[in-house]
């Protein structure tokens, strides 16, 4: 399955803009870029818990 290209997004989008009308389109693409910004904040806060921590080994070896 291929992708579309220039022409075809550009029906695509006329029907949307049909349909949906353009007031209604920004509010959609704010949200849809709302969410992909929480998206990408949540998996760096998972990526973040799942790295390693830094032990204290410094503390250790100065003790010992």
Known sequence: MRLPGGW?????LI????LF?????SKIAGEIGKSIR????GI????????PQPEETK???DQG
Do not use: T
């Open 8 to 12: 075809e997004w550009i029906i695509i």
């Open 15 to 18: 029907i949307m803009i049909l």
């Open 21 to 25: 009308g353009p007031g209604r389109l």
């Open 38 to 41: 929480e998206f990408r904040s």
């Open 44 to 51: 760096q806060e998972m990526e973040e818990e799942d790295s």
């Open 59 to 61: 503390q250790d070896e």
